[in-house]
């Protein structure tokens, strides 16, 4: 698969298997994250790999999942995620500024984790300050946001828009997930 391929293929995935990501494929991920482009290459990102089953099972409490359709959205017992990368910005290195590094980083993560066969769900809808107790994380680090990983356990399909953006589950349970069209977001020169 090409990177084109790739950012085809990609949709957020809510469903996973229940089957442990290697450490290794793990580290992977935040490795492509960490060589993101960064503004004036201060790199103040820095990143919590999360595997522990007991902290993953507690995280799992303090995200919110898919707002226009909850609670159908929701991963269901047995298709939780297996592990979550954290992004957190080092306010030593930089107090703010820091979304643009964060997009280009967890874009490299993501799309590392379709290479490999993992889904994943971006996240900022999180209880930041239980997931700062939890993993104990000082007060010089802001949470930007979260990844939620795992095997894929669902397949959604990618559809044009037609009158409606929200996404939705079919009748049997399959997501879709509208786009606009292109020519109605691409323009050549010049706006028409």
Known sequence: MNIYEAILKRRTIRKFKQEEIPLEVLKKLTNAARIAPSASNM?????????DKDKVKEIFKYVSWAGAIRPEGNPKAGEEPTAYILMLCDKEIRK????????????????????????????????????????????????HTLVSLGYNGED?????????????????????????????????????
């Open 43 to 51: 790199q103040p990102l820095k990143y919590i790999i999360v595997n």
């Open 96 to 143: 703010d500024g820091f979304d643009t590094d964060a997009g280009a980083a967890m874009e490299n993560i993501i799309l590392a984790g379709v290479e490999e066969g993992i889904g994943s769900c971006w996240m900022g809808a999180i209880d930041r300050g239980n997931i700062t107790k939890l993993l104990a994380i000082p007060e010089r680090f802001t949470i």
């Open 156 to 192: 959604p399909v990618m559809e044009d828009e037609e009158g409606s953006l929200k996404y939705y589950k079919d009748e049997t349970g399959r997501l879709h997930v509208p786009k606009r069209k292109f020519e109605d977001v691409v323009f050549i020169n010049k706006i028409d």
